[in-house]
């Protein structure tokens, strides 16, 4: 069966950190955006201010009889309900205006978190050279998978490579003779320290020259090698 190992924890707490900020950014945006459009709601006039106004008038004024002030102050009755009208729009259109701000505020806050964590994501990956996602180990075909990658070692390898991978799944450090003393069967005080870096050293060889030859040297079958690196980024001083 294989032995599947990951080292991406550091991801998984940005993710979390990321995901927490993304999250407080939201609710605040929301917050704001509906605290000002409650605010803007509230201090536009009343849709019937006008209408009132009109009939104070007509309340105030008895001696308002003639034809032509009657008529005047019915067209001014219906100017305040045409005032209600428009104004009860205008509220609606700007409820649609500030969901519309909050969808755009959300969406700009969530790319700029992402871009962000992909700045970071890049930069640990310079710096680092190659991430590690995942790590299988399959015994019976004597092949360690590294993220997408699978290279070939020998039967010792493989066993010093399962004996690491368990050891840091648990959190443990080994010295040369523990790793020895695991491979071989014997009690680690009949073990050498010299024969477990001797394992160490055999499998740094051997994986690390099929990752630079999967990385950077590339063969090429019947054509020969060359860099597997963009022209441009070569600097000879």
Do not use: H, W
């Amino acid at each position: 069966m294989p032995v599947t190992f990951t080292s991406d924890s550091d991801v998984a707490v940005n993710r979390r950190s990321g995901s927490r900020i993304v999250t407080i950014g939201i609710v605040a945006i929301v917050v704001i955006l509906g605290l000002a459009g409650a605010g803007l709601l509230l201090t536009l006039p009343d849709g019937d201010a006008f209408n009132s106004r009109v009939e104070r008038i007509f309340v105030e004024n008895d001696d308002l009889t003639s034809q032509a002030e009657v008529k005047l102050l019915e067209i001014l009755a219906q100017s305040g309900t045409s005032f209600a009208e428009v104004l009860a729009s205008y509220r609606l259109v700007i409820f649609v205006l500030l969901v519309f701000s909050a969808a755009l505020l959300i969406a700009a806050l969530v790319f700029l978190v992402m871009l962000v964590a992909l700045n970071r994501r890049m930069a640990q990956i310079e710096r680092s050279g190659i991430q590690v996602s995942s790590l299988i180990i399959s015994r019976e075909e004597n092949t360690v998978y590294l993220n997408t990658m699978g290279f070939k070692l020998t039967d010792a390898m493989m066993e010093t490579l399962a004996v690491l991978a368990e050891a840091r799944m648990d959190d443990e450090m080994m010295t040369g003779a523990q790793i020895e003393s695991v491979i071989s069967g014997r009690s680690e005080g009949d073990c050498e320290e010299a024969a477990g870096a001797t394992r160490i050293k055999r499998l740094r060889d051997g994986l690390g020259n099929q990752l630079v030859s999967e990385l950077l040297v590339k063969n090429i079958a019947r054509r020969g090698y060359m860099l597997a690196i963009d022209k441009g980024v070569i600097e000879v001083v």
